[in-house]
């Protein structure tokens, strides 16, 4: 039976896991880096988190090593509350934090970090996508043509009942005769909020999705790719998206497999500079080449036979200065 890795992950952080799984999914943790990268990603979890285990470890004076010592849930509301609980060398040493809408770490007296979630989305519930390329507002799924589908063949969600289907890597309306060989989807989001609470500090936005394919033939080469646009404005068409953007970062699962059981996941991060008012995240499923072949070799307009996408998480990293805390034990 093929184990549902992201599942597990799911019910670690819910405290629905039993000990066995917990060992399998240690084990796994060691070997495969791409589900420990999704899986600090699900936490939306960045490098700053050790830092902020080293201040909550002294400040609560504990006796044993954090790594291997559990707390119970301190501040616990009916709505929300935060349990450090142990994770050994197999996830990189790291501490898990369990939160529904933000979370603040405590670095010392100098700086406190906050994390936000912005979007967790399964598409569930709401309209379908729009098929007319690049959206032209904020809080829209749009890009090429793609339908929410539910289980498709031997495709199953990763999250829920419901997946988007990338159909074709064009949309409707286009005007650009130039080839696309990848398909996308995007969302713009409006950051401005963060960024005027920021005052100037840092402000990163992580991005990750997870992504599958029915089986295709062997000869073909397909990625899956998470990309985040930096803007000054709404407005951007296909062509000057890559113009209009005040930074870019992206992230990709290379080579997917073609095992309809395994889901599959990208992420990427973004540091927002000055003047951002607004983020795009684009998910794209993007054809290769396999082997020598060159691209002018692919068809210009790509058809995808089964290529899926779900369980797509954003969020943002603020970290304000905080020179009233003085007061807070140092590390």
């Known amino acids: 039976m093929t184990t549902n890795w992201h599942d597990l992950i799911q019910r670690y952080i819910s405290g629905t896991i039993t000990e066995t799984e917990t060992e399998a999914l240690e084990q796994q943790l060691k070997t495969d880096a791409t589900l420990r990268d999704w899986y600090l990603d699900a936490l939306n979890l960045d490098s700053a988190l050790e830092a902020a285990a080293e201040s909550a470890q002294t400040a609560l004076s504990l006796p044993v090593p954090f790594s291997q010592r559990a707390l119970t849930p301190v501040g616990a509301t009916s709505t929300r509350w935060f349990a450090w609980r142990p994770l050994t060398a197999a996830a990189a040493g790291l501490v898990i934090g369990l ?190 080449p396999k082997g020598s072949g060159d691209q002018p070799s692919l068809p210009d307009l790509m058809t995808f036979a089964g290529h899926f996408v779900d369980d797509l998480r954003a969020s943002i990293r603020i970290r304000n200065a905080a020179p009233n805390h003085s007061n807070v034990a140092q590390p």
């Open 99 to 288: 939160f529904s809408a933000s979370m603040v770490f405590g670095f010392g007296a100098r700086s406190v970090e906050k994390v936000i979630s912005l979007l967790q989305e399964s598409f569930e519930s709401g309209p379908a996508p729009l098929v007319k390329g690049i959206p032209q507002d904020v809080n829209l799924w749009s890009g090429d043509y793609s339908e929410v589908v539910e289980r498709y063949e031997d495709v199953k969600p990763a999250q829920g009942t419901k997946m988007v289907r990338m159909l074709r890597s064009d949309f409707e309306g286009k005007a650009s005769s130039m080839p696309n060989r990848q398909g996308d989807l995007s969302r713009v989001i409006d950051v401005r909020p963060f960024m005027r609470e920021a005052n100037g500090d840092e402000v990163v936005i992580t991005l990750s999705t997870l992504f599958n394919a029915g089986p295709f033939p062997d000869s073909q080469r397909y990625d899956g790719v998470v990309t985040l646009y930096a803007l000054g404005e709404l407005g951007s068409t296909e062509e000057s998206l890559m113009e209009d953007a005040l930074a870019i970062s992206n992230g990709s699962c290379n080579s997917m497999d073609r095992d309809p059981a395994t889901w599959q996941t990208a992420s990427t991060r973004l540091l927002l500079p000055t003047g951002t008012e607004f983020v795009m995240l684009k998910v794209s499923f993007r054809r290769w």
